[in-house]
């Protein structure tokens, strides 16, 4: 069985030049696609595959309910960026994230992120299994 959340949840991604504007930097929106793959690899690595949560009995996918965004540096071309991904709180329906992006040891974006479970077009309840996964030991 996989471990429960105990620390920062850590992806690689390098900046191609579909990832940027005219001038070479890092376009916004590519940032938001960045942390989605990041929240993407958590639940990976907690065990559970989204394709199954997606194709089970009831149907279950995850949306961003609220995003705050806190751009402090920018990226450009071939950068090799670190998005850490750390679960904070996970309860009923939502989980609430905190993700960074990092160039190095510089943080260029910082999020706070609440996701909702979904199926149906309702909020559902995040399964047990993965919500016990998801909760920080302290």
Do not use: N, W
């Not at 620390?7 to 590519?30: C, L, M, N, P, W």
């Not at 990041?38 to 961003?64: H, N, P, S, Y």
């Not at 992006?101 to 609440?114: N, S």
């Amino acid at each position: 069985m996989p471990a429960t959340m105990t620390k920062t949840h850590q992806i690689t991604v390098r900046v191609y030049y579909e990832d940027t504007d005219f001038s070479g930097v890092v376009y916004h929106a590519s940032y938001l696609r960045f942390m989605e793959r990041g929240r993407t690899e958590l639940i990976r690595a907690l065990g559970v595959e989204q394709r199954e949560l997606f194709d089970g009995e009831t149907a279950l996918g995850f949306a961003v309910r609220k995003m705050t965004i806190d751009f402090l540096r920018a990226a450009v071309m071939d950068d090799l960026l670190t998005i850490e991904t750390r679960s904070v709180e996970a309860r009923g329906a939502t989980m609430d994230l905190e993700q960074r992006v990092l160039r190095g040891e510089e943080v260029l974006i910082t999020a706070q992120v609440k996701v909702a479970c979904v199926g149906g077009g309702r909020a559902r309840r995040i399964p047990d299994g993965l919500r016990k996964r998801l909760m920080l030991d302290d």
